[in-house]
């Protein structure tokens, strides 16, 4: 018996390692490969390409697709029907193959909006807030709310989701921060 809950109209492919106590929904396909953590919640109609990572307690809502080439950390969210990609210049004609997929990470605690798309080769940051419909067409710093076509930042927000003001102190959770090379960093508060 497994300890991870896959429905019945789930189809998953041999060498497919799931965590306990995950959820795959209804018509979910994961190709051979796939590695997905502990507690992870996979909606209606998501389908994860050969190979693909998927870290601990990751949100993967309904009618995504995260194709070879993608990698998401530990609590990620993925909203309903984004959009990953793996080729920056597809031909039908000219395939390439999965050995000239551009890599896409999506670092621990990122959330991508509802129909937001990630162009592939480019890394989103840690706790970064991709909006609903943006176009990540660069890397995303740690922490950087994105909006927009294409994505441009337009603040900062916390660990704990919410934007954060010009002295970058959560009001919620108190969390403080400070510029860094990849976005904000953490401080320890007196």
């Known amino acids: 018996m497994s300890d991870f809950f896959a429905h019945e109209s789930a189809y998953i492919d041999d060498d497919v390692s799931v965590g306990s106590g995950t959820k795959i929904w209804h018509f979910t396909h994961l190709q051979s490969g796939v590695k997905i953590g502990r507690k992870c919640v996979l909606g209606q109609n998501v389908f994860v390409g050969r190979g693909v990572k998927i870290g601990d307690h990751v949100k993967i809502q309904n009618n995504v697709s995260v194709y070879e080439g ?54 989103v940051g840690a706790y970064a807030l991709i909006s609903a419909g943006a176009v990540v067409t660069s890397d995303v710093p740690d922490h950087a709310l994105m909006i927009g076509v294409p994505a441009k930042r337009q603040g900062w927000i916390c660990r704990c989701g919410v934007r954060l003001g010009a002295e970058l102190t959560c009001k919620v959770c108190g969390r403080a921060y400070k510029e860094s090379e990849r976005g904000l960093k953490e401080v320890t508060v007196d």
């Not at 039908?92 to 991508?112: Q, Y």
Request: net charge neutral.
């Open 70 to 123: 993608v990698e998401l950390e530990d609590y990620v969210f993925c909203g309903p029907s984004m959009v990953f990609t793996n080729d920056i210049n597809p031909r039908s004609e000219f395939p390439k193959g999965s050995a000239n997929f551009k890599k896409t990470l999506v670092k621990t605690g990122a959330t991508i909006g509802a129909n937001a798309t990630v162009l592939c080769g480019n890394t």
